[in-house]
């Protein structure tokens, strides 16, 4: 990836953020006895992209899996456009038909057709057509440059188009926003940047995105704020080009002399 300025923040040119989509205020989560989350107070607003980067093990994952709720938190609170998070039933299953997950595993139905991943979520979860879904699903697979492959199955598939697949089907859901968890981690190097062009594209149109990742070229570019977490905490949040170039914490500038030097 080229590591071109960063994005406009979102909302526009003159800088303004777009309402507050997802809020997290001191949300704490422990697993066992060990606690993997400390008081993390993070807002993302309408149409910003924001990059969660840091060393294995700092909470970056479970802050995904917390806002959709396939972790429950200890405390704090989590809205999602204003709403709290809720518990289980009809509630819980329309939240996550707002929030795309793109999982680094991909989590496609093997024994479905690529048409069908991405139309089963829009027919069950919203009630559309299948017609209606399965022409929509045929625009988003020609937008992440994998129309061809709709009669596939997943095993047919590259691990880049698979993970196409999946940000398709996310995309299916009209969700408010989409989380993509260490989206091109399971990939083989040739095929991650086909998956982060397309990532950058939705950036670029205004989706609003939480993405994990471990690549520092697609934040850069991509990103409008970089949060960097350490052993369960918000260390740092700033616009890409600050923290690459000044980084406010010694634990960060550690973090950036080992990822970026190699």
Known sequence: ??????????????GALGRPLVVLEKVNKSFGPNQVLFDIDLTVHAGEVVVVIGPSGSGKSTVCRCIN???TIDSGRITLDGVPLPAEGKALAKLRADVGMVFQSFNLFAHKRVLDNV???PIKARGVPRKQAEQRAREL??????AAKADSHPAELSGGQQQRVAIARALAMDPKVIMFDEPTSALDPEMINEVLDVMTGLAH???????VTHEMGFARSAANRVVFMDD???VESNNPDAFFSHP???????????????
């Open 1 to 14: 990836m080229t590591t071109s300025t960063a994005r406009a923040p979102a909302g526009g040119t003159d």
């Open 69 to 71: 709720r396939l972790e």
């Open 119 to 121: 139309t089963l979520g």
């Open 141 to 146: 697979l020609d937008r992440v440059g994998i």
């Open 205 to 211: 149109e205004g989706m609003t995105m939480i993405v």
């Open 232 to 234: 369960g905490r918000i």
């Open 248 to 262: 406010d914490t010694d634990r960060a500038r550690d973090f950036l002399s080992k990822i970026l030097h190699h």
